[in-house]
């Protein structure tokens, strides 16, 4: 196997582990713990737990409130899910690969939610006194915004010099010498 089918691979094998990671946790907010019938759970002074049904996209925008828009929705979030993976495919280097699974395994995981509930299942609840600097997450919506977050900075810190930069940096050691 080559390298960078090996690379590929293992991408896919960790968007299948923040998948699982993301469907274990639910399940046991939504199973052992109850919280749906709970409500709310106390953890920390700046962390609970914290039922809620997400019914629209990040921020709560395109919130979906017929089954028209539910399926709308579910399919822009499918597509998108489609075009990360086929990036996937067409990376060659781990770091964005990398990057890449945490997106769509996070995808996978609300698209699992949203196909099967009709909304997504959020409970993490990170907050300082009543100031919250996030909306309630979940698993999957943390690996989506650490993927993002990776891919913005390997894109702003491994910038090429352009040729004509790098022509007159050669030139410029030549002449000092």
Do not use: C
């Not at 996209?57 to 539910?70: I, P």
């Not at 099967?116 to 690996?143: Q, S």
């Amino acid at each position: 196997m080559s390298r960078t089918v090996s690379l590929r691979a293992a991408g896919f094998g960790i968007a299948l582990a923040v998948f699982a990671l993301d469907r274990t946790v639910k399940w046991v907010m939504a199973g052992p713990l109850q919280l749906q019938n709970v409500g709310l759970i106390k953890l920390l002074p700046f962390f609970d737990l914290r039922w809620t049904e997400n019914y629209g996209v990040s921020l709560g925008m395109f919130t979906a409130t017929s089954s028209e828009m539910k399926l709308a929705l579910l399919a822009m979030t499918g597509l998108i899910a489609l075009g990360v993976a086929v990036w996937m495919l067409r990376e060659v280097v781990f770091g964005e690969i990398a990057a890449l699974s945490l997106v769509l395994g996070g995808a996978l995981g609300n698209i699992y939610d949203r196909s099967t509930h009709g909304y997504v299942i959020d409970y993490a609840d990170l907050h300082i006194g009543e100031w919250r600097p996030f909306l309630i997450f979940n698993i999957a919506d943390a690996a989506i915004t650490l993927g993002v977050l990776i891919l913005l900075a390997r894109s702003l810190l491994s910038r090429e010099k352009p040729a004509d930069a790098a022509d007159a940096q050669d030139d410029t050691a030549t002449e000092t010498v």
